[in-house]
């Protein structure tokens, strides 16, 4: 059976977007701050890290322009290969589908264990130092965004994961570890 991101018919505005240019940088925090949206807008549309962004619908009022797309929700594993990076909440989903696509990211946590995931994908070097929602300005985001995609590294050890990833065999593995526990 195709997955979801097999069977997409991506819309013809993000198709010619992603077409125009180098890969654009994603910005989107799931559901982690719907009190925020329009300081959100205002981050996403604000130019300074001079990249090409999308942002996901929802993310307050957003000035769509030559650099920048507000889109509807689509599959991460058909998006986020598509990018540069990956600004996002460092939720497990999206951290998770970061990896498997083999993008840098810019993690932004916003409450419980993101904060965790955060310095992971720092500590693991796919990502600059976490930019705390708390502490988000367009200044600061530009200047993660800059260090996430200037940086060489960042890419190559999350294509390397991605690698890594893709390769693992979860299944043996818990079998595995449920064979030596009934023994």
Request: with cysteine; charged share 20%.
């Amino acid at each position: 059976m195709a997955s979801p991101a097999a069977r997409l018919a991506p819309p013809a505005e993000l198709v010619d977007f992603l077409q125009a240019g180098p890969p654009p940088v994603f910005i989107g925090f799931g559901s982690m701050a719907p009190s925020q949206e329009e300081r959100l807008g205002e981050l996403v549309a604000a130019d300074r890290a001079g990249c090409a962004r999308l942002c996901r619908r929802g993310a307050g009022p957003i000035a769509v322009g030559d650099d920048v797309l507000a889109i509807g929700d689509l599959p991460h594993d058909w998006l986020f290969p598509r990018t540069a990076a990956v600004v996002h909440h460092a939720g497990a989903g999206t951290t998770a589908a970061g990896l498997r696509a083999g993008v840098p990211a810019v993690p932004v946590p916003v409450m419980a264990d993101q904060p965790f995931r955060a310095a992971r994908l720092h500590r693991i070097g796919v990502a600059p130092r976490p930019l705390p929602f708390h502490e988000l300005t367009a200044d600061a985001l530009a200047e993660a965004i800059t260090a996430c995609v200037a940086d060489p590294a960042h890419r190559r050890q999350a294509v390397e994961l991605a690698r890594r990833i893709a390769t693992e065999d979860d299944t043996a593995a818990v079998l595995a570890r449920i064979d030596v526990a009934s023994d």
